[in-house]
């Protein structure tokens, strides 16, 4: 699963500092806002996701936030590491279409040593 | 691991040719999702099924087909490739019941069509 070649806006931070993740959603309905990760040559990765009730969930060293007021969706990474290195994707589900994702266009994430 | 097996992990063939990408969802795992993921497309949602049965339907051409069999595996068959069809293809499992948006991911199948 080689993503190398996709054309995405690419971030790039320095290690050990803070990441945030952006994405703009257009779908009101949506129940959850999910965010994937995918390294180089493999699937996407479940990391976090939020329900459309909350404004904000943390895990262990992410943290989403969700503005529906302005349909934006953030994935904040705390001390990025370099093995947090990959494109990352938000999705947005609803619930009566299934387990059915809508998958943003991504963004990759670089981490420089 | 995500417990995803799609075979195979690698395809040349020409315009024209018909292929068949086969995907083992995760044990006990009732639903199976195709995704194709191209250069300037993302992911795009194909096909999904449920124990068996066409759940939900996405941009899928009319070229192309699906189906999940009794032990649950799933194939996508893709004929009369064009150039347009190199892409990986993705396979996701997901448990019956879940409510969140965890979907396992397969490491995909890479199609080249020359």
């Known amino acids: 699963g080689e993503s190398v070649g996709l054309h995405l806006p690419t971030l790039s931070v320095q290690e050990g500092d803070n990441s945030i993740i952006n994405c703009a959603y257009s779908?009101?309905?949506?129940?959850?806002f999910i965010w994937y990760k995918q390294e180089s040559g493999k699937g996407p990765q479940f990391i976090i996701d939020?329900?459309?009730?909350?404004d904000k969930r943390q895990g262990q060293r992410v943290t989403v936030l969700l503005n529906k007021t302005v349909k934006h969706l953030s994935l904040q990474i705390a001390a990025t590491q370099p093995g947090d290195s990959a494109v990352y994707f938000c999705?947005?589900?609803?619930?009566?279409?299934?387990?059915?994702?809508?998958f943003g266009g991504g963004t990759r994430l670089m981490v420089k040593p | 691991d995500s417990g995803v097996t799609q075979t195979p992990k690698h395809l040349i063939t020409a315009t024209g040719q018909r292929v068949t990408l086969r995907c083992s969802p995760r044990?006990?795992?009732?639903?199976v999702y195709w995704y194709q993921q191209s250069l300037d497309q993302g992911l795009q949602f194909l096909i999904q099924?449920?124990?068996?049965?066409?759940?939900a339907k996405g941009n899928i051409l009319e070229r192309f087909s699906a189906q999940q069999f009794p032990d649950l595996h799933s194939e996508l068959n893709l004929s009369s490739l064009e150039l347009g069809d190199s892409a990986l293809y993705f396979c996701?499992?997901?448990?019956?019941?879940?409510?969140?948006?965890?979907?396992?991911f397969g490491e995909g199948s890479r199609l080249t069509v020359l």
């Open positions: 996701a499992s997901s448990a019956r019941g879940l409510a969140t948006g965890e979907l396992f």
């Open positions: 779908n009101s309905a949506s129940d959850y």
């Open positions: 939020i329900r459309s009730n909350m």
């Open positions: 999705a947005e589900k609803r619930v009566e279409a299934g387990n059915m994702l809508t």
């Open positions: 044990s006990g795992d009732l639903s």
């Open positions: 099924y449920y124990n068996g049965e066409e759940r």
